[in-house]
């Protein structure tokens, strides 16, 4: 019996490399059941919305990344409130939050832009993703001051056992990709081991951090299954467990 999984965070808009047609065959061969495509600006909204239109297992996030909050503009938000509302194949409000590994001079903003997209997500009774890139004591406080209701998943997660923890004990959900099959990734081998599966789920970040053994290849949701399995190895657990678990709290958290 085939395991079944979910791809909760993978920009499949992205990959250049690849036809779409192969990135739907490849996924769907390896057990991968539904795909959610993030999107990082407004000009990223209608692609994507037209991917989720065209496949039946794709869904999407609406929402403008750290790194582009200069674009938002006054409109941005009723946008997402009108291209969202009614939408089966909007399922969250994403990726958003927080990145003070490239450029720091524009942090203000990008906290301003983090709380109205928690207000979006609140308003409109979605979950969020959450970006969170060497800034967790104020992605945290930010989340804990004004998130009012909706599930919290973060993507990528990168800090320490500590913090899982923290996160943990707030409700928070935290997606683990490819990183946590590196050799050196101690930090997010150990998260793994010691958080509760009902709040870990899956995601490629594709076509990036793709997992070993095909690391410097463009990834994709195929590859799923090699950090599902990784994260067994770890907690000496059976894959069909985690593939199980994981694909249950995607499916409570997103509603699909």
Not at 2 to 22: A, P
Not at 41 to 47: I, R, T
Not at 106 to 124: G, P, T
Not at 135 to 141: G, I, N, P, S, W
Request: a negative charge; glycine letters at 4%; one cysteine or more.
């Amino acid at each position: 019996m085939q395991n079944y999984f979910i791809d909760t965070h993978s920009h499949i808009d992205m990959i250049e490399d690849i036809e779409l047609e192969t990135i739907i065959k490849n996924a769907n061969e390896n057990g991968i059941k539904k795909i959610i495509i993030p999107s990082a600006d407004e000009s990223s909204f209608e692609p994507v919305l037209k991917i989720c239109e065209k496949y039946e297992n794709v869904f999407c996030m609406l929402g403008v990344f750290p790194q582009e909050a200069q674009k938002w503009n006054e409109k941005t938000a009723d946008t997402i409130l009108t291209l969202a509302k009614n939408n089966r194949k909007v399922i969250g409000i994403g990726e958003i939050g927080l990145d003070y590994y490239w450029d720091t001079s524009f942090v203000e903003l990008q906290k301003d832009i983090f709380i109205k997209q928690i207000e979006i997500a609140n308003e409109l009774n979605l979950p969020f993703a959450v970006h969170d890139r060497e800034a967790h004591k104020d992605t945290f406080d930010i989340i804990t001051r004004y998130n009012k209701g909706s599930d919290v998943l973060l993507h990528c997660f990168s800090g320490s056992v500590e913090f899982a923890r923290e996160c943990i004990k707030e409700g928070f959900y935290l997606a683990l990709g490819g990183v946590v099959t590196f050799k050196n990734a101690k930090k997010m081998k150990e998260v793994a081991m010691d958080i509760p599966l009902d709040r870990l789920m899956l995601e490629t970040d594709a076509p990036y951090l793709t997992p070993v053994p095909h690391r410097g290849k463009t990834n994709e949701p195929k590859y799923i299954p090699l950090i599902a399995q990784e994260i067994a190895n770890l907690r000496g657990i059976e894959v069909e467990e985690v593939a199980k678990q994981t694909t249950l709290n995607a499916e409570k958290v997103f509603k699909i």
